[in-house]
């Protein structure tokens, strides 16, 4: 079948809007403020953690079937689901969506009625979000159609003024592993965590435009991927320059949200810093929704209705609610020792799962996942003990910080490449993990078996 090339772009500016969360947009200002005028190398540091993983994990997991759960199949099924699950949590009650709460009191309730406290933003916020995942309806569509061009309509005008009229010089920096740091602040929008969910999402509306052909569902969403790919670098790297522009008007040790509502009024004045926090808290409004829904459901789906999707949602909300009484910064760093475990993982099996048809034993992945979960388990162990003012495996994190390709945040690659090569040698010659073949049998069997169940409850 022709691929249209209206599609791609419709599908594509879709899959854009999916990643590009109002939340994301207080970590390029921040990196640029550290970077002063090596801004370029933060905003490829931060580039290459997202949107490049995102996408990548979108393609990869289109290819493997398109369904969150097929990420982590190779390694086997029960850990699939159990990485699946970890993913969700991360992207829903624990992290990202108490993280819209917060942004949306710190980018427009406390500028605007500072008399406000926190836990009352909170508590409209989430009582909102749980009566829209609960009574779904077509306001947030209403919404969406109109938030995300006005977004990008006041991001445009700001990246212009800074070019056009730079309030100030890029200062110089010495701040040391500037891609590293940029491409581990990367891991704070997790896009790359909901990556397999987002493929569902791509490959539905492929399936729905008559995209029936799984070569033309690969081929279309690398099209796809390609368009978002390059809408979020646009976005993400004209956000860094312009926080390069203030650099020296403010300083790291600032707040994320504030930096970003001090940048705006720097350029746009008081105006354009209401509009932005207006457009802000409904954007985040509609990403909690989506997620807090997109977390029942999975459970629901997992569990086969045992934990029913309204339970769910209801007490995912109430996490969430509480949760986001830490505030951005208190969330951002309680999510770091917990991102610094859990991406290694997700990367090994994005960039293993590239060539899933070439490598016949399970062995390779469950070798590759076990190198790159002790590198990272090492390294939260050692950040959870540091926040706690000790310093757990202290001499082991920094030998493992000094591995190769350390300075670009990939120390866990070697270890990885070692145990996948030692795990593949297992399956060849000890039958260790089983064959591709297995895995895809099995999974038929799973699908014939799902199918009956739901033929036999229809």
């Not at 920096?173 to 493929?199: H, I, R, V």
């Not at 690969?218 to 004209?238: D, E, M, N, R, W």
């Not at 996942?369 to 162990?381: D, F, N, T």
């Amino acid at each position: 079948m022709e691929i249209k090339r209206k599609d791609i772009i419709v599908c594509g500016f879709a899959l854009f809007a999916i990643f590009f969360g109002a939340g994301n947009m207080i970590f390029p200002p921040y990196l640029g403020v550290l970077a002063g005028d090596r801004w370029f190398t933060a905003a490829i540091g931060f580039l290459m953690s997202d949107p490049v993983l995102p996408i990548l994990g979108v393609i990869v997991t289109a290819q493997l079937g398109g369904r969150a759960i097929d990420l982590g199949k190779r390694v086997g099924w029960k850990f699939s689901a159990v990485i699946s699950a970890i993913c969700i949590l991360i992207i829903g009650p624990f992290f990202a969506v108490p993280r819209t709460g917060a942004t949306t009191h710190e980018m427009f309730v406390a500028p605007n009625l500072p008399a406000v406290p926190v836990v009352v933003t909170s508590v409209v916020f989430f009582a909102l979000t749980l009566y829209l995942v609960l009574n779904p309806g077509k306001v947030l569509d209403y919404i969406g159609q109109f938030l995300t061009p006005g977004l990008l309509i006041i991001l445009a005008v700001i990246a212009v003024v800074a070019i056009v009229n730079p309030p100030g010089p890029a200062i110089t920096t010495d701040a040391p592993d500037l891609f590293k740091m940029s491409f581990k602040e990367g891991y704070q929008t997790m896009d790359a965590l909901g990556a397999s969910l987002m493929s569902g999402i791509v490959l539905t509306d492929l399936i729905r435009r008559g995209y029936t052909d799984e070569a033309t569902q690969v081929k279309a969403s690398i099209q796809i991927g390609i368009i978002a790919f390059i809408c979020l670098a646009l976005v993400y790297g004209s956000l860094t320059y312009v926080g390069s522009t203030v650099s020296s008007m403010f300083t790291p040790d600032m707040d994320r949200t504030a930096i970003l509502l001090g940048t705006v009024e720097t350029l746009l004045g008081h105006v354009g810093r209401f509009l932005l926090g207006l457009g802000v808290a409904l954007a985040c409004l509609t990403t909690s929704t989506g997620l807090i829904s997109t977390c029942g459901n999975f459970f629901s789906d997992v569990t086969n209705g045992k934990l029913p999707y309204k339970k769910v949602v209801t007490v995912a909300t109430i996490v969430a609610f509480a949760i986001s009484l830490l505030g951005v910064e208190g969330i951002i760093n309680i999510a770091v020792p917990v991102l610094t475990a859990v991406f290694p993982i997700v990367i090994c099996l994005i960039l293993l799962s590239i060539f899933d048809k070439k490598i016949k034993y399970n062995g390779v992945f469950i070798g590759g996942v076990i190198g790159a979960g002790l590198v990272g388990i090492i390294q939260a162990i050692n950040l959870f003990s540091q926040m706690q003012g000790g310093n757990a495996l202290g001499s082991l994190a920094e030998k493992v910080a000094n591995f190769p390709l350390g300075n670009f945040a990939f120390e866990w690659l070697i270890p990885a490449l070692v145990c996948a090569v030692i795990g593949g040698l297992l399956g060849k010659f000890a039958n260790f993990g089983g064959t591709r073949e297995d895995v895809y049998r099995e999974q038929a069997i799973r699908e014939e078996k799902r199918a009956k169940e739901l033929k036999e409850n229809a």
